[in-house]
């Protein structure tokens, strides 16, 4: 180190040549000192992070360099360095500055690495958020770098913001991103979303309104329902109906909603859709059609209540008022029963009369399950004539041994049915065929003879089965596989046994039964003809006791046989049988047509079945009537007691007396209204507790005429019989002089196989109708099922009851023929087309053109064959004969008959070929 005078001396020298420099700018300070640089040092190289734009820390070169003078002195120089490079391609490398030292050319290098450095950060696309809902932030960012790569970084790292989803509307996320040496700052966007309805859709059942939406970004915690605006005033507060709103799916369903037309809108949080329109109809009846020759479908648009459409409140006959069906094209109008489709909106009306023409149709009285009254309905209903072809629906196992043929339509007859194995072995003991159930609907075949083989499958055919039109099953005749099961090693055993009434009581069994079984209360057998299978549920017998049931007995029950043939064990169970002591009530009271007799009845209606004594008798006590406003007495004496009876003997809650009987003559008064009390006897519950007064109001009306209801029958001996001369004609004889209009509809008359084509009555017998077959259509000879029904006794308003009667009937294909000419001009072979029989008489002329050729001609019939004839005829035909053609005429003592006695059909002509 120098002393403290030669720092000083060096000193006083540097500031001399800094100044000599700014005098002089082209002298240098090594000029005016004669002292050099001899080399520079070169400063430690850098490695920088960050960049340029991003870095926190700039890169910084070195302000000086350390030169070595030409005195061996060193000192620091200031340099002014050259531009580094921040392009890519030296990232990771190092890259060489050049620097210009002051006071001397040489030059100064430095070697500054540049460390690879984020340049920007990649705004990752944030799924849209609901209102208060979390934003879902991604768990790494991707960072752009200068080398071109992308690195995904923790999310942590990048300082974001608070988020905020308070409210809807475009957000922005800010971040730092802090590297080494580097810190990006931006934002990232986002949307918080309010709630998004779409998809509304609506649907109206039993006036109710489910609603079904799709919903996406729903706000946290909102709320969902459905608005209703009742009768489409917004102006008035909605109803709010609760709505479920899952996995993005609303739905709603209201509770009942008057008839009218409403609106509704989906809300979900404070969200509301568009208001839609709906309707909610009012009870009313959509439909009336025939749907086959006996049967019209009512059809509503909501369930309704079979106690207001049916008179037992259940099926069958319907209850006063509720449909009024009447022809006004002079069309016998049958008696109605229905039942109603399980969902309680279509009742299936059917007939007992065929359906044609115009009707007036009135419905009425019925109302909804929920007790709505359903809007008065009517209209003049056409009836086009049925012409549709009933067909075999299909099969139903009732039991292992019984099966049901199930129709389309009700059938008048089930026609004839045969039996066969597939190797076409005939199968013998089933029994039920022929014979119609469910209202026509099917026939029930019982396979349980042991003769029915087990388990393999056979072949039923139908013939001739018909509708209630007449229309032929299609095909005709039709198949059906059938099959009889095994026994299935589990013989039926009693569930229950429950008293169902005073005399009655009712066992129910494991499973369904073919056969009932014997029955004997404390060892008394109880009639056969008292114990029967439920109809409608083959599980449960019905028992009637025939006298009133009390205490307990020993019910014995043994016997019973399961579908597939498995007997029940004889079983023994206590019944412990109750007195019901409450007398039966009237609870209803109502003046009724009679539909035949046209005359009025009172009708009363009990709370309980009733029984009648040898004399049921009411009496009328002091009472009263009002006629113009002037009441007059009726003493107990004034009317002595009458017979009162069962309106329906199938119905014991309603008996009925005729007005006209009851009201004696001096107090029946047309256009009354009367206030009776009346005494009962011989009325009185099942458990024998008498009845003995009642009341009932009423206005009396007049009675009309009561209509002819004499009922045809079809004669006792030979009702039905195949004409002997003429195959195709069958004469039906009644009991009573026909009703020509619907005697001679040919619908009338049903013939299994064959189609009728016209009814004739004929004035010297109107007991007889003769029915015409169409030509060749009965095509086989044997047995065959013939109805007749609708037909009338002269002057009768009642139609017959169908009958149907097996018949033998011959076929009515008539046998053809075709002539030729053989090689000798004067033989003609006729070839027939089926064996044929021909008697003496004379049977062809023959002609060319005009001229006759040879007449009263007799064919010679092959002995052998049967199938074939010749004529000779006396002359050759010549050439002018041949050319204008040769036929045969038929004369009318031809006598050539098939085996059948079916005449030969022969037309105008038989065209006698040369070939």
Not at 11 to 38: E, I, M, Q, R, W
Not at 61 to 79: A, D, H, M
Not at 255 to 276: D, R
Not at 324 to 345: A, N, P, Q, W, Y
């Amino acid at each position: 180190m120098g002393t403290k005078k030669s720092n000083k001396l060096y000193a006083a020298a540097a500031a001399l040549a800094v100044t000599a420099s700014a005098v002089a700018p082209g002298l240098t300070a090594d000029a005016a000192t004669k002292v050099t640089v001899k080399s520079v040092t070169n400063p430690a190289s850098i490695s920088h992070y960050g960049g340029y734009t991003f870095a926190v820390k700039k890169l910084s070169l070195p302000k000086t360099v350390k030169v070595l003078l030409s005195n061996k002195k060193y000192e620091n120089r200031s340099v002014k360095w050259g531009k580094v490079s921040y392009d890519k391609k030296y990232i990771g490398k190092y890259q060489t500055i050049s620097g210009t030292v002051s006071g001397t050319t040489k030059k100064a290098s430095i070697k500054v690495k540049l460390n690879n450095y984020p340049v920007d950060v990649v705004e990752p696309k944030l799924a849209p958020v609901a209102v208060g809902e979390k934003l879902n932030l991604p768990s790494t960012i991707d960072v752009k770098y200068k080398d071109g790569k992308v690195i995904a970084r923790s999310a942590k790292s990048f300082n974001l913001t608070a988020e905020k989803t308070d409210k809807a509307g475009m957000m922005k996320l800010s971040y730092n991103y802090m590297g080494k040496n580097s810190s990006i700052k931006g934002s990232i966007a986002y949307e918080v979303k309010a709630a998004e309805i779409t998809n509304v859709m609506n649907e109206i059942k039993d006036d109710m309104l489910s609603v079904s939406a799709d919903v996406k970004y729903p706000a946290k915690d909102a709320k969902a329902e459905v608005l209703v605006y009742a009768f489409k005033d917004m102006t008035k507060e909605p109803i709010k109906v609760a709505a479920e709103l899952k996995d993005g799916k609303l739905t709603a369903k209201s509770a009942v909603l008057p008839a009218g037309t409403h609106a509704f809108a989906v809300k979900v949080g404070e969200v509301v859709s568009p208001a839609k329109d709906f309707v909610i109809e009012a009870p009313m009846v959509k439909e009336v059609k025939a749907i086959n020759a006996t049967q019209l479908e009512v059809a509503f648009n909501k369930a309704v209540d079979a106690k207001s459409v049916f008179a037992d409140g259940v099926s069958g006959t319907l209850a006063t008022g509720v449909l009024k069906f009447r022809s006004i094209d002079s069309v016998t109008d049958g008696t109605l029963t229905g039942k109603l489709s399980e969902d309680g909106k279509t009742l299936v009306v059917t007939s007992t009369q065929l359906l044609e023409k115009r009707y007036d149709v009135e419905v009425d009285k019925v109302k909804t399950v929920t007790g709505v009254s359903v809007e008065k309905f009517g209209k003049i209903l056409t009836i086009e004539k049925d012409t549709v072809a009933p067909s075999i629906v299909g099969t139903e196992r009732v039991t292992a041994t019984k099966v049901k043929v199930k129709f389309s339509e009700p059938m008048t007859s089930a026609g004839s049915t045969t039996f066969k194995l597939a190797d076409g072995t005939v199968v013998s003991g089933i029994t039920g065929e022929g014979v119609l159930v469910d209202g026509g609907m099917a026939v029930e075949l019982d396979l349980s003879n042991t003769s029915v083989p087990v388990g393999k499958e056979i072949i039923a055919t139908i013939i001739g089965a018909a509708d209630k039109a007449g229309n032929l099953l299609t095909p005709n005749p039709a198949t059906v596989s059938i099959q009889k099961g095994d026994k299935d090693g589990v013989a039926p055993t009693v569930s229950s046994v429950v008293q169902s009434g005073a005399k009655t009581f009712e066992i129910t069994f494991s499973e369904a039964l073919s056969s009932k079984p014997a029955v004997s209360l404390d060892g008394v057998i109880v009639s056969a003809a008292n114990v029967s299978i439920d109809s409608k549920d083959a599980k449960k017998v019905t028992v009637d006791a025939g006298a009133v049931l009390t205490g307990d007995k020993v019910v014995t029950i043994s016997g019973a046989v399961d579908g597939s043939g498995e007997v029940q064990a004889a079983t023994n169970r206590v019944v412990k049988f109750v007195s019901d002591t409450v007398a039966p009530k009237i609870v209803s009271s109502a003046v009724v047509v009679d539909a035949t007799e046209k005359a009025e009845y009172l009708e009363l209606t009990f709370d309980k079945n009733v029984d009648l004594g040898a004399t049921p008798r009411i009496d009328v006590e002091n009472s009263s009537y009002v006629k113009d406003y002037v009441t007059t007495s009726i003493a107990g004496a004034d009317l002595g007691p009458i017979a009162i009876d069962y309106k329906d003997a199938k119905n014991k809650k309603v008996l009925r007396v005729k007005l006209d009987t009851l009201l004696g003559t001096t107090t029946d008064v047309e256009g009354a209204k009367y206030a009776l009390n009346f005494s009962l006897t011989g009325v009185t519950s099942e458990f024998n507790v008498a009845v003995t007064s009642g009341t009932s109001s009423f206005t009396r009306g007049k009675d009309g005429v009561a209509a002819n209801t004499t009922v045809q029958t079809l004669a006792s001996s030979t009702p039905i019989v195949q004409s002997s001369t003429n195959n195709s004609e069958i004469v039906v004889t009644f009991t009573e002089n026909v009703d020509a209009a619907t005697a001679t509809n040919a619908a009338n008359y049903i013939v299994g196989g064959a189609i009728v084509e016209s009814a004739t009555v004929n004035s010297a017998n109107t007991k007889a109708v003769t029915l015409k077959l169409k030509a060749d259509s009965n095509t086989f000879t044997g047995a065959r099922n013939v109805t007749v029904q609708n037909v009338k006794a002269a002057g009768s308003s009642v139609a017959m009851n169908t009958a149907t009667l097996p018949i033998t009937l011959k076929e009515n294909v008539a046998p053809t023929v075709t002539a030729k000419l053989g090689a000798d001009l004067k033989t003609i072979t006729l070839t027939f087309s089926e064996v044929v029989n021909n008697d003496v008489e004379k049977d062809f002329d023959v002609y060319s053109e005009t001229t006759k050729l040879a007449g009263n001609e007799a064919v010679v019939l092959d002995p052998t064959t049967k199938k074939s004839a010749t004529i000779t005829l006396t002359n050759v035909v010549n050439a002018d004969q041949l050319t204008k053609g040769i036929s045969l005429k038929a004369l009318p003592t031809i006598d050539i008959v098939d085996e059948a006695g079916n005449k030969l059909s022969v037309g105008d002509k038989v065209a006698i070929s040369n070939n």
